[in-house]
């Protein structure tokens, strides 16, 4: 009895070592990660800490494959928790449907990896920005861009 326990114990341990494993090789090149160059949302802290003053509200996605809101507020701060600015977080589609390009004032960061029609049903303005909206900063690797409305 003792023995089948042991093999037991050793049996899932195995199996959660190699899950971690295969978790941490899976993520490990992947460019969206700081630790494997991915410097987009870096940038995104430096450009909101020297620009940032001139907008009330960013404008993020929510609840999708990669929502921006989960994301974006962690690089808002600086590396030890102090606030690079103040203003408010939006969303461009509150209660699962997307708002009209018109409806939308501010700073909106666009994640051009996860925001595409394939996965999920992405507004045209994401793709193609409406005339009167302005690309203020793309990061050096085209994850992110910045268009300013409203200005």
Do not use: C
């Not at 909101?48 to 996605?61: I, L, S, Y």
């Not at 929510?62 to 989960?70: K, V």
């Amino acid at each position: 009895m003792k023995l089948e326990k042991k093999t037991a114990a050793v049996l899932i341990s195995i199996v959660f070592s190699l899950a971690a494993v295969s978790g941490v090789a899976g993520v490990y090149q992947f460019e969206d990660f700081i630790h494997s160059g991915g410097t987009h949302y870096l940038e995104l802290r430096e450009f909101m800490r020297d620009e940032g003053a001139q907008w009330k509200a960013v404008w993020v996605t929510r609840g999708s494959l990669r929502a921006l809101e989960r994301v974006v507020p962690m690089y808002l701060v600086g590396p030890f928790g102090k606030p690079i600015w103040e203003g408010e977080m939006r969303y461009l589609n509150p209660e699962g449907g997307f708002l009209k390009a018109e409806e939308i004032d501010g700073l909106v960061v666009v994640s051009t990896v996860y925001m595409n029609s394939v996965l999920f049903f992405v507004p045209d303005y994401v793709f193609n920005p409406p005339w009167g909206w302005d690309l203020v900063f793309e990061s050096r690797n085209g994850f992110l861009r910045r268009y300013a409305t409203g200005l």
